[in-house]
Every structure is written in C-alpha cells, then in structure tokens.
C-alpha cells in the first residue's frame, strides 16, 4: 500500500498531537511532579510583608547580625554576643522549596548565644532560613537562602 504525501501529514500530526497529550497527561497525573505555592496563605502573608521590612531593618542596625555554620551535629545559628540571650525570644522556620512537606518551625530557646538545628531535621540542599525573633520587644528578622 502506497501512502501520498496528504496521508503523510495527517499521520505525523496525529502521531505530533498523540505525543503532547500523553506527556500534558503523565506530567498533569505523576506525584514527583507535583509543584505547590511557595505559601498556602500568600495573601495574608503579602500583607505582613511592610512589617518585615522593618524588622529587618531593625536587623541590620544592630553591630553584628545572625550567623549560622553546618557541623556535624546540625546547622548551629549563632545570635549577637552583646545581647543577652536570657532576653531574645522568637522562631526559627526552615522552608524547603522542592518539598513543602520538609518545612518545619521551631521556637527559639537558648542556654548560650548558639541555637542547634539537628542534622537529622535537615537534608543537603537548598534552604530558606527565616529568623522571627525579638530583644527587649524590638522585633528583628534574618532571612537567608542557604545550601546545607
């Protein structure tokens, strides 16, 4: 059987339209592939946003800002030496933006001016750190994206 050039091109658009629907349907139905929003709540969030403005502005006047190191016990977040730690109160919340199931929050409770993160919290890769936090009921925030 002979096939002329009219049959041709039906047959490649066909085959063209049948390869974009099974990739729109295995990309659409497949969990690995599965994205979601940065935050559930952006709206409420987006409004917060002038006020984490300030803090972190408040965050930068101060003579030495929030540092952190990754050893081999966790991720250590160390805060200013000349505050008194006794005094500083807030939450630490780690977001992962490949996997939201991985976000966690934790209060900030120091014995010393670090604060550990365990390693078993973390996986190597991209994090993005964000440190509510406040002294004497002035508020500060440090947010960084880090690769652990």
Known sequence: MKINWGTAIVIAFAGFI?????FVISMSTDKKYDHDLVVEDYYQQELKFQGDIDKENNAKSLKTNITWKKTNEGMVVSF???LDYNKIKGKVFLYRPSNKHLDFETPISLSSHNLLIPDNHLLD???NIK???E??????????????
């Open 80 to 82: 200013p030496k000349d």
């Open 18 to 22: 049948a390869f974009i629907m099974y």
């Open 135 to 148: 002294y004497d009921n002035k508020p500060y925030l440090f947010k960084k994206e880090i690769n652990y």
């Open 125 to 127: 890769g991209r994090w």
């Open 131 to 133: 440190i509510d936090w």
